[in-house]
């Protein structure tokens, strides 16, 4: 037909496969086949499309969907080779599949359609991650560990603690994923090129039948707006900050013997024999970087687009595409990195009171006992300067306060501060490191991973 030769005419020049995303649709050419199936069932059913040429298209798209992508004919798009190759099966009356609507609504909606699949995904991998981070929490309730700040020795924490940092961080990461996925769930079809059509369609319907939730009303909206891969891009690189900070940290403890990294997430040295190195958290630490390249590339794609349709748009679709392959993975890698690594109780306990790490303890306990915690503050620093121990202490209460120590303060209970686990123990505050505190942080968690 006529439609045939103008294509060729289009499309034929040296620009051809720069033109073309036949290849990157393979991603939606499932979603496509749904989207084709809604419309024409839709056609149908307003009296559009005759029952018996829908038919024939739904056969043809059943056929084509067996064949696979590969066997499509050549096209500018998954669109219009599936198009081309619905009237190579049944003729001309195939061309009737595109009636009242445009390559632009269709496009945005598998684009939608398939995304739906890929964050679902991605909320799984955040599931599982937190599930083994819950896991890691449970059994190191009572393993002492160093915390850092400026990655100097700060305060003694544990594992548990440690784990449920980040499970908080990831549960954020969920809920944006599900926020977002609700802002993708909305069906543009109908909107055709953007400009709406003369046909009596139902978008109701094509949305129903596609599991969305509801149709974006104004039919320009529809088929040009790409917020959708933006948001959902940089939710992503929000998570895939909160895994390279995690990676970071598991890096660092195989690094000083805090944990041991299982075999299957650790790699060797093709020259340096006793090599053990965590190369797969540092690939995860990385990701982040290809995620925000993902939201970098989709910004300064979409920025200043014109209302309507651009072909900026094709090449903006590929980086979001990009971003939920690489995070999803990472994702999945660090939760079974973090579900396979041993603690060494041993060794953390002994690193947990290195660097005088109970000092804010002692000046606590110093406060508690009526010193202003400035004056605290000043004389446990300057014990900190003379090797912060018990003796350290006496010294400093008699230079800096002119007192004996133990006129102000029951020597058991300095001691006792001066001891990474006691010192733990005594932090019970609200979401803090002590066993019973964390014991409300670990079901509050578990409450939260089974609703989600
Ligand atoms: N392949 C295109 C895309 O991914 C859809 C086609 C719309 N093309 C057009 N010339 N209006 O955005």
New binding site residues.
Partial sequence: GSGVVRRDRFSGGPARSFLS?LSA?ERIFAADLEVDRAHVLMLAEQGILADDTAGKILTALDAIEVDGHDSLPDG?????AIETAVIEQIGPEGGKMHTAR???D??ATC?RYRLREDVLEAVETTLALRESLLEVADEGRETIMPGYTHLQPAQPTTVAHWALSYEGAVRRDTKRLLDAYGRINESPLGGA?FAGTTFDVDRERTAELLGFERVIENSMDASSSRDFLLETTQVLSTHATTLSGLAEDLVIFANRGFVDLADDYSSTSSIMPQKKNPDTLELVRAVAGDAAGGVQGLTTTLKGLPRA?N?D??RA?THAWETVDAVAEASEVAAGAVATADWNADVLAAEAGEGFSTATGVADLLAANGLPFRTAHEMVASAAENGGDYDALEAAASNVLGEPLESFVDPAAVEDALDPAASVASRDSRGGPAPEAVADQLEDAREALAAD
Avoid: G, K
């Fill in positions: 995303s649709d500018e798009d998954v669109h219009e445009s390559r632009n269709e496009v684009i090129a349709y072909r748009l094709q679709t």
